[in-house]
């Protein structure tokens, strides 16, 4: 039962190259969320879907897309990195929202 | 907009005792609160739920309570032990389909 599965768990990018963070889960849940954490900060909600081809904005959106073409998958991309986006990223998932399963996080470094 | 604060320093108790950690919020009362621990290196697991109609709720040596008047939750480990240490994380939902989080509170339990 792996639940929901982050790749990479790490990451080092240069200003201006562009990644994808994947998110995987196999719960059948339809929403899912991506958050950054950074420290004092907590977790800041960037995107949310509510289910296949359905997304909205979170609290910190700029610099991110997002799309969800299945159930399973919520890929975040980063179309060109800036050393503000250094930061730990959570995918979460849910059935009704109110508990949410994580991610073990992938770390993500801009030089 | 709605806020979720937590303490930020640290709080360090002996084995055995009690731990209260705080979450306050603003603006409206949310239909729920969540509780989340997290581990260093690792995505916040979910613990308890509490709901605007009820005053508290336990389980095992958790207690989480919600007053609405002071708009605030507390949680509580009974007979804490070294094992507890983690950061505690609070959430709300905020309408729609979005839940923001505290920073979190840094437990250290010493033997």
């Known amino acids: 039962n792996a639940g929901v599965t982050q790749t990479p768990k790490f990451q080092v990018l240069k200003t201006g190259q562009s990644m994808t963070l994947q998110c995987a889960q196999d719960m059948n ?15 800041r909600l960037i995107h949310y879907s509510v289910g296949a081809g359905i997304t909205d904005q979170g ?16 890929p975040l991309r980063l179309l060109s990195a800036a050393p503000s986006q250094t930061s730990v990223y959570f995918c979460a998932s849910s059935k009704r929202l109110e508990e949410l399963f994580f991610g073990e996080g992938s770390r ?4 | 907009s709605q806020k979720i604060e937590q303490n ?7 084995e055995g005792k009690t731990a209260t950690l705080t979450c306050n919020y603003t603006n409206y009362s949310p239909a729920y609160l969540q ?22 709720k336990r389980k095992e040596r958790l207690k989480v309570t919600f007053d609405t008047t002071l708009k605030q939750s507390l949680f509580h480990i009974t007979a804490s032990q070294p094992a507890d240490s983690a950061t ?18 840094r437990l250290f339990v010493k033997a």
């Open chain 1, 29 to 43: 849940h339809e929403y899912m969320s991506w958050y950054r954490q950074d420290p004092g900060m907590g977790l």
């Open chain 1, 59 to 74: 609290e910190v959106p700029n610099g991110y897309n997002v799309s969800r073409s299945t159930t399973e998958d919520f």
């Open chain 2, 88 to 105: 505690y994380l609070c959430a709300r939902h905020t309408g729609g389909f979005k839940t923001i989080f505290g920073a979190g509170t």
């Open chain 2, 8 to 14: 930020s320093e640290a709080l360090n108790i002996q």
């Open chain 2, 35 to 56: 509780w989340y621990r997290q581990d260093p290196g690792r995505g916040p697991v979910f613990l308890l739920l509490i709901r605007e109609n009820e005053k508290e």
């Open chain 1, 108 to 111: 993500l470094t801009v030089l």
